[in-house]
């Protein structure tokens, strides 16, 4: 019996807290990690990608057999049909980086990049009442190690990246490093993205801002100009 309370104590403990995480208003929302894997020159990728980040369409192309650049974008607009709660961000970040093969399949790239945003959001109810109204600029450096195939694309990528807050005088910043897997399924020129995550603060003890720690979604590419083993 003391063993089913204390079971019944965790679980209400777990739900409080999940409840607590999605129920604030985040200033920082990290949005999908694009991870291109390039084969060739000439390569140009697209998706969209739909997570809790919102939106995320994405662009990449290679621009030779060892650069590619990248143009990603995120945006969120929720509210709510019976109270005053909502959220709204908006971001847009370029990247240019260097990318190169492992024998046939296998794939190392690293992207460096920046990015600039807004976040506009409220959340109130019995407990307590949060708003967020800022605007963001962020930096980020993206190794990634992964495999591509005709039918199945991997990857693992531990982002680290440094955002910037500024609410006119007030301004804050973090360091976060944010491991994601990849997945990519489908043939050739057309896959299901899969993606799974962690936001994790470098610099926790002087982060006064709310954050996202997940980072999932589920999105669709497109793949041309891709030269694929037969």
């Known amino acids: 019996m003391k063993q089913g309370k204390i079971s019944f104590l965790k679980e209400t403990v777990l739900i409080f ?5 999605i129920s604030c208003a985040p200033s ?3 949005n999908v990690v694009n991870t291109p894997l390039f084969s060739n020159r000439g390569e140009f990728q697209a998706s969209v990608n739909n997570g809790v980040s ?3 369409p994405q662009l990449a192309y290679a621009i030779s057999d060892r ?3 990248m143009l990603n974008g995120s945006f969120a607009n929720r509210t709510s049909d019976t109270t005053k709660n909502f959220h709204k961000h908006q ?3 370029f990247g240019f980086g260097y990318y190169h093969k492992i024998a046939n399949n296998g794939r190392f790239e690293i992207y460096s990049g920046t990015g600039f945003g807004k976040v506009n959001s ?3 109810n019995e407990l307590w009442y949060d708003k967020t109204d800022i605007s963001s600029f962020r930096v980020f450096l993206q190794p990634t190690i992964g495999a591509t195939t005709n039918i199945f694309d991997g990857s693992f990528a531990p982002r680290i990246v440094m955002i910037n807050f500024s609410q006119g005088t007030t301004a804050n910043s973090g ?10 399924l489908g ?3 057309i896959k299901i993205l899969f993606q799974l995550g962690f936001s994790l603060p470098l610099n926790s003890r002087n982060i006064n801002f709310e954050y996202q720690p997940f980072i999932f979604s589920i999105g669709l590419l497109a793949t041309l100009g891709k030269k694929y083993k037969v």
């Open 17 to 21: 807290f999940i409840f607590f995480i």
């Open 28 to 30: 920082y929302i990290p």
């Open 54 to 56: 919102g939106f995320n």
């Open 67 to 69: 650069i590619g650049i």
């Open 91 to 93: 971001f847009i970040e």
């Open 122 to 124: 409220f959340y109130d």
């Open 175 to 184: 360091f976060f490093i944010e491991p994601t897997i990849s997945a990519k």
């Open 187 to 189: 043939y050739k020129y």
